[in-house]
């Protein structure tokens, strides 16, 4: 397997950074406890989790934050040994391979997407507005919506698709998600690790935090994880990336 998918459902989702956002953003992200609440109800499920600590080792006054990795998360939500058939659910569809870039439309070369919702649009690019795939097209990842609803005890989230399609070429560099504060992701496809980064003042602090994550792992992100405030300077924020070398490696 040469590529992986990431789905990030969250309350806002967006083709790319800067173009149509589709959905609300909400007053406030996942807590930490909210994390642990989860994290203890899916235990006793018999599910494998992981809470990941990104402030240790790292300046005590930092806003704490936390990633809850549920481990073959989707192969037990649609009961099945693989993400073979989710990946097809998703191959079946258009994906978006332009995105408008600095005031024009361009091809997309580190990555493909697309978002979900309640209703399809087709891709007007030039409007800064990409492909949507409503839910009723796509019944796997629905169901994998509805469970992150009961799980989090939370409405129903929006989705945007990363798809990486070559693991030797791919990738995003660090940057937070500043259109949303709510993540709960699934990754389909080859292992491939998040890194975590922390920075101040436009600088990088340390070294990154990786994480681990392989086929049909889900994880959500607390509110200071998901690096909602990532464009200030002055305060510790948190950034993420993923994918091949030339992308984690940079600061």
Known sequence: MSKVYTITYGDVAENHARMQKIGTLHEKG???EHLEKVQEKLNGYGLTTELFDLNAGFDPSYEKAKVLVIRKGVQYILQEDDTEKLMKENDNLT??????MRGRVVNKLARWNLCFSDEDQEPDYENAKGRIVAWKHIPKMSQIRQVIS?????????????YYYDIKKCGIGYHGDAERRKVVAV????SMPIYYKWYQHSEAIG???KIDLHDGDMYIMSEKAVGFDWLKKKTATLRHATGCTKYVQKN
């Open 150 to 162: 009961e799980w989090t005890e939370d409405v129903m989230l929006n989705a945007e698709a990363n």
């Open 95 to 100: 994906m978006d391979k332009k995105a408008f």
């Open 187 to 190: 990754r389909m496809g080859a």
């Open 30 to 32: 996942y807590s930490i």
């Open 207 to 209: 070294e990154p935090i």
